[in-house]
């Protein structure tokens, strides 16, 4: 069993709904959760990052995280076309490895 | 700011041929990171070096590849003799303080072993 765990999708969705992305863990020492954004040929890029439990928005953006339930999740309100990527969770337990899910593929559909 | 520089951006190259990833990382950023993305495995770390030092390499998969850093603005990493298997994305990173949630990514190398 991989220690991260991320549905690969692909997820299409129209523009303007919500869309939720989730990931599950095994590990209950990750203390640090983050959410990457990556473009087609490019490299990933940091969006969002939380500590602990608890949620964290930034505009459109809100992170998730539940760690009774090893489960984080990241929702995208009002939904664009640029929005459209691979979207990785990565977590780790404060030091510099990161753990990464191997992406989900959303496409929203203007 | 250039952002994290990486070299060749496509290669490909024959089985049993040696093959030379180049990075160069953000200038102040003393933390440099080396990943692999496939499709089945995702972004693995392979080795990490911190203040040109190697940290950790146990992700590096098998003694055909290797990576040094001999300065500050330059990383290399070598596989030889390269195998099919090797195919994928290679991505540097860089951070200050290695702390790993301020990680700045590379556009990588897609690598493409026949």
């Known amino acids: 069993q991989k220690e991260v765990e991320q549905d690969p999708g692909p997820l299409s969705v129209p523009e303007g709904a919500i869309v939720s992305l989730n990931c599950t863990y095994s590990?209950?020492?990750?203390?640090?959760f983050m959410w990457y954004r990556q473009y087609s040929r490019k490299g990933p890029e940091l969006l969002m990052y939380?500590?602990?439990?608890g949620n964290k928005e930034d505009g459109r953006f809100t992170a998730q995280v539940d760690k009774s339930s090893k489960y984080i999740s990241l929702f995208i309100r009002d939904s664009q076309p640029s929005d459209s990527a691979t979207y990785l969770c990565?977590?780790?337990?404060?030091?510099?490895?990161?753990?990464f899910g191997t992406g989900t593929r959303l496409t929203i559909i203007p | 700011d250039a952002g994290v520089i990486q070299s060749p951006r496509h290669e490909v190259t024959e089985m049993g041929q040696e093959v030379t990833l180049r990075c160069k990382p953000i200038?102040?950023?003393?933390?440099l990171f080396w990943y692999r993305q496939t499709m089945m495995r995702g972004l693995e770390l392979l080795i990490y070096?911190?203040?040109?030092?190697?940290?950790?390499d146990s992700g590096m998969p098998e003694d055909r590849f290797s990576a040094k850093m001999p300065n500050a603005s330059f990383s290399t990493l070598k596989i030889q003799p390269s195998e099919p298997r090797d195919s994928a994305v290679y991505f540097c990173?860089?951070?200050?303080?290695?702390?790993?949630?301020?990680?700045?990514f590379g556009p990588g190398t897609r690598l493409l072993v026949l």
């Open positions: 990173a860089s951070s200050l303080d290695g702390q790993a949630r301020t990680q700045y």
């Open positions: 590990n209950s020492a990750f203390q640090y």
């Open positions: 939380t500590y602990s439990s």
């Open positions: 990565a977590m780790n337990f404060g030091n510099e490895k990161l753990t």
């Open positions: 200038s102040g950023h003393n933390s």
């Open positions: 070096f911190n203040n040109n030092v190697p940290i950790d």
